[in-house]
């Protein structure tokens, strides 16, 4: 295939991807696929002469988009936003062209160097503490990891790695497999899935404590558990609280993956009280910044010890500036890493702090409003507290005639939720999700869910 076609197919895409965004509306939010549907539509090998890329473009609502759940969709309310934007699109595209690993400074200066100073953009947006930002002239700074997961589980490593040193220095004669068998971390009973798997991929025991009415690990629950562990020699290391975490010198991280992006706001920063306590803070901007996945922000005080944790250093991947800049390939868990600050960058510049602030304060305005539609209806209620653009509801009665209403929601496709459970508690999900979601989007998403309950509990009513 020549050059000038493979130019033209970039052409087309570009402009396939600006109609598909603009019309997402007129979508289905999840496919009417089963498991399987694909294959059939595509051949048992891959061709052996060049297609032209028409074929291709061809192809792609046939094959791609039937199967695909269009998460940008305003009418798709499930799990939580995925961010999406022009800018960072075509920043990804740029980071594709220039399509460096930048694993070490020397690999690509540039790749290396906005990165730490977009973190500090970015910290110095949520208001973090100085001696997080590489700017300080302190050891800190910040690293984007894919996921929030992933840097769950580099703090965790970072604070295994400090526990085993400060161990050694007080138990010369332990070695590593005894000192690792008696390491324990703490985190709520709510805290997210990935903090379990942490622990697991970390090879080092978690404690889930159970939290207060309002979902929050108190801090005197916490001083009672690593106390009986410290009775029981054990060696309390990660956790998630504050002054506990000091008094016993335990690494604190602290992992803001949604709400994160809502300190940009000075209103929402009250929810960061304390923060100052901790050795690690992580949050996405790729859930609710408008960069698009995958840019996870993690900000280290002491990076020394994830760098210690992780140090590989092969001839081949040593350079002249060692030391003088980061080193990134040291900072997480693969090797290879992609330029993906000029995602923070052109977010960051094309919008401006000001417009971000704009459109976090909308989704968490359209979620009030979500929530005032709520309670205008005797037969629902308001599990938790909305604070920020996700609203937790129910039927009054039982869980199994919530589970029929999800059923019901979508099976008739117009707009998609999820649940959750807490204390045997089962409710829906509403999240305000896509960037192009409007007030009007959410009241009729509030009239398909009425819908459902009116059908659901006429059947009900007829059964009874």
């Not at 992933?150 to 590593?176: C, M, N, Y």
């Not at 009672?224 to 290391?237: C, H, Q, S, V, Y």
């Not at 002491?302 to 140090?311: H, K, L």
Request: overall charge neutral; aromatic content about 10%; some cysteine.
């Amino acid at each position: 295939m020549e050059a000038k076609e493979f130019k033209d197919f970039a052409k087309a895409m570009t402009d396939y991807i600006a109609e598909y965004l603009e019309n997402l509306r007129d979508r289905q939010v999840v496919p009417s696929v089963k498991p399987g549907y694909l294959r059939p539509l595509v051949p048992e090998q891959a061709p052996e002469k060049a297609e032209p890329w028409t074929a291709v473009m061809a192809d792609i609502e046939r094959v791609v988009m039937s199967g695909v759940t269009h998460w940008h969709s305003p009418r798709f309310h499930a799990y939580f936003p995925t961010a999406n934007s022009y800018p960072a699109i075509v920043a990804d595209m740029l980071s594709g062209a220039i399509a460096c690993i930048g694993f070490s400074w020397i690999a690509s200066p540039a790749c290396t160097e906005l990165e730490v100073v977009m973190m500090d953009w970015l910290g110095q947006m949520l208001g973090l503490p100085e001696e997080f930002l590489a700017r300080s002239g302190g050891e800190g700074g910040g690293v984007i990891q894919g996921t929030a997961s992933e840097a769950t589980l580099v703090a965790l490593l970072g604070a295994k790695s400090r526990a085993i040193h400060r161990t050694k220095e007080q138990h010369p004669d332990w070695s590593d497999v005894e000192i690792l068998s008696k390491l324990v971390g703490y985190c709520n009973k709510q805290a997210h899935s990935s903090v379990e798997r942490a622990g697991l991929l970390g090879g080092v025991k978690l404690r889930s404590l159970k939290p207060d009415n309002k979902r929050r690990l108190r801090g005197e629950t916490l001083k009672e558990a690593i106390e009986e562990d410290l009775k029981n020699g054990l060696i309390p290391f990660y956790v998630k609280i504050g002054d506990v975490c000091r008094e016993f010198d335990v690494w604190l991280h602290i992992d803001a993956a949604y709400a994160g992006s809502a300190f940009i706001c000075p209103e929402y920063r009250y929810l960061m009280k304390g923060i100052e306590k901790a050795d690690s803070f992580n949050f996405n901007p790729h859930k609710w910044l408008l960069v698009n996945f995958d840019c996870s922000a993690l900000w280290l005080k002491q990076p020394r010890w994830i760098v210690d944790a992780f140090n590989v250093d092969p001839l081949y991947l040593k350079h002249d500036q060692q030391g003088a800049a980061p080193d990134y390939r040291h900072w997480q868990i693969p090797l290879g890493r992609r330029f993906r600050s000029l995602k923070l960058w052109f977010v960051l510049r094309l919008y401006g702090v000001e417009n971000l602030q704009k459109y976090i304060r909308g989704h968490i305005d359209m979620a009030h409003l979500f929530e005032k539609l709520c309670l205008s209806d005797p037969r629902f209620e308001v599990v938790e507290e909305v604070v920020m653009g996700l609203v937790c509801f129910r039927l009054k009665g039982d869980n199994e005639t919530n589970e029929a209403l999800l059923r019901r929601i979508n099976g008739r496709g117009k707009i998609h939720l999820v649940p959750s459970k807490i204390d045997d508690t089962y409710f829906l999900r509403l999240a305000v999700c896509s960037r192009y979601t409007v007030d009007n989007d959410i009241h009729i998403s509030w009239e398909e869910i009425k819908a459902s309950a009116d059908e659901l509990l006429a059947e009900k009513k007829t059964h009874a």
